[in-house]
């Protein structure tokens, strides 16, 4: 089985950061894609950041230039770097990861069970 465990959530005042982490563990045997979403309350679950297995980013409009997505594939786990936060930037925070593992060669997603990010003074 695969596990995500996401931490690094919290309160920040805006214009501070935060460093989400979500690792996945279980019988493993390749990630794809990692990426991360987020969910405001009474809005629908949006992307806000990818990264592929060949090291290629993209990110939403709205957060450009504000944070970035890394990943340590020797860790299988996948970071999203919050600068500059708005309080627009509250949501719960989801990381997603494409895996196949020992067990299956089919490629499928997991989900991280959500890290609560809010920004306000």
């Known amino acids: 089985q695969v596990q995500l465990v996401e931490s690094g959530g919290g309160l920040v005042q805006p214009g501070g950061s935060l460093t989400l982490s979500c690792a996945a563990s279980?019988?493993?045997?390749?990630?794809?894609?990692m990426r991360w979403y987020r969910q405001a309350p009474g809005k629908q679950r949006e992307l806000v950041a990818t990264v592929t297995d060949g090291g290629s980013t993209n990110y939403a409009d709205s957060v450009k230039g504000r944070f970035t997505i890394s990943r340590d594939n020797a860790k299988n786990t996948v970071y999203l770097q919050m600068n500059s936060l708005k309080p627009e930037d509250t949501a719960v925070y989801y990381c997603n990861q494409w895996i196949t593992t020992n067990r299956s060669p089919q490629l499928r997603d997991y989900w991280g069970q959500g890290t609560q990010v809010t920004v306000s003074s």
């Open positions: 279980g019988s493993i045997r390749s990630i794809n894609a």
